[in-house]
């Protein structure tokens, strides 16, 4: 990794990280998950639950609980919805996560070039 360590921002364990929302504990369960994994990786451009049931086979009840995981979890962001009619689009707000499985377990998100980490 190009940075040093001074550059990178510590969040602790009891919260989320500030502006990025990194969650550590729900990032490794669901990067965990071939299903949520593959949703995440797809959504580089702004996507629905719809979409995504479609693009993954999905039922449309396991798209939306693995969109909403991926949204708490912090590695998807909700775009601004026009109307109650309209439907939640979706995409990536992490650019890249790392996760070491050294002693400690360190998880590292990065959005924009700054990047956070946690150490478990």
């Keep these: 990794m190009s940075e040093t360590a001074e550059q990178?921002?510590?969040c602790t364990r009891a919260q989320r990280d500030d502006e990025?929302?990194?969650?550590?504990?729900?990032?490794i369960?669901?990067?965990?998950?071939?299903?949520?994994r593959a949703v995440f990786l797809?959504?580089?451009?702004?996507?629905?639950?719809?979409?995504?049931?479609?693009?993954?086979?999905?039922?449309?009840s396991t798209a939306y609980r693995k969109v909403e995981q991926?949204?708490?979890s912090g590695l998807l962001t909700q775009l601004n919805r026009q109307s109650?009619?309209?439907?939640?689009?979706y995409v990536r707000s992490i650019d890249h996560v790392s996760v070491t499985y050294?002693?400690?377990?360190?998880?590292?998100?990065?959005?924009?070039?700054?990047?956070?980490?946690?150490?478990h």
């Design 8 to 10: 990178l921002t510590p």
């Design 20 to 27: 990025l929302g990194c969650n550590p504990d729900q990032i």
């Design 29 to 36: 369960e669901l990067l965990s998950d071939d299903d949520a």
């Design 42 to 60: 797809s959504a580089e451009e702004p996507t629905t639950v719809g979409e995504v049931s479609e693009e993954h086979d999905l039922p449309a």
């Design 70 to 72: 991926l949204h708490e």
């Design 84 to 89: 109650g009619e309209t439907p939640a689009y």
């Design 102 to 119: 050294d002693e400690p377990l360190r998880i590292e998100c990065t959005r924009k070039g700054k990047t956070l980490y946690c150490e």
